[in-house]
């Protein structure tokens, strides 16, 4: 197994989707299922793992997802792409007030 493939193996295992009726946090649903290849391929115009980031560009990142032209190195299955979607949908929750990182 090389590097990448057990960074992303460790990513996936964060990635627990949430239950029926839970709130999709950013930093607990959303953040892990962008992989380290993935925040690197867009660095260029935005950052993965920033909840002000893809709060901004959620609209733009869930066409892209549906479309199945993101993340670069190959498309979502339908449940992950179903979780970013109630995020968006949810109003791309602010973050946690006491945990200001969610």
């Known amino acids: ?54 709060s901004q560009h959620a609209e733009a990142i869930l066409a892209q997802l549906q479309a199945g032209t993101m993340p670069c190195a190959g498309g979502w299955p339908q449940q992950k792409i179903d979780v970013f979607s109630r995020w968006a949908d949810a109003g791309k929750p602010a973050r946690n007030r006491a945990r200001p990182d969610q």
């Not at 590097?3 to 999709?24: F, H, I, S, T």
């Open 1 to 54: 197994m090389t590097e990448d493939e057990k960074w992303q193996k460790m990513d996936e295992l964060r990635a627990a989707p949430p239950a029926a009726g839970e709130p999709v946090r950013f930093q607990q649903h959303i953040k892990p299922l962008f992989r380290r290849y993935d925040r690197q391929a867009m660095s260029f115009a935005f950052d993965l793992w920033s909840y002000d980031d893809v």
